[in-house]
């Protein structure tokens, strides 16, 4: 499977966006898909995953209420709006999936991911 993450750029705060993630090579239909980010000289970090069985959505406590994150299986395609941005959400963001059905408490695990995408940036300005 490969990923490609598409959707970032320079954004006020408060403003949103729209993060895409086009799978290719596989169908993954019956895949966990999630999203992490990485901003500079910090750890990557868990943001949203998605469970197609049993539809399990997990999110950060940061981006609750803010980020929501949802999949077009027919397009092979994942995504994550994000509203009312804050400039601490400034950093790479990455797609990933895995063919395996995560439990519930390993979806925020970047290393349960197999497949990740070449990350988009996305920069919020104060």
């Known amino acids: 499977v490969q990923l490609q993450a598409s959707g970032g750029g320079l954004v006020q705060a408060g403003g949103y966006l729209r993060l895409s993630c086009a799978a290719s090579g596989r169908a993954f239909d019956g895949y966990t898909m999630g999203w992490f980010r990485q901003a500079q000289g910090k750890e990557r970090e868990f943001v949203a995953a998605?469970?197609?069985?049993?539809?399990?959505?997990r999110y950060a406590d940061s981006v609750k209420g803010r980020f929501t994150i949802s999949r077009d299986d027919a397009k092979n395609t994942g995504f994550l709006q994000i509203n009312n941005l804050k400039p601490d959400d400034t950093a790479v963001y990455y797609c990933a999936t895995t063919p395996r059905t995560l439990i519930t408490g390993r979806m925020s695990y970047g290393d349960e991911y197999e497949y990740w995408g070449q990350g988009t940036l996305v920069t919020v300005s104060s």
């Open positions: 998605f469970r197609r069985r049993g539809g399990s959505i």
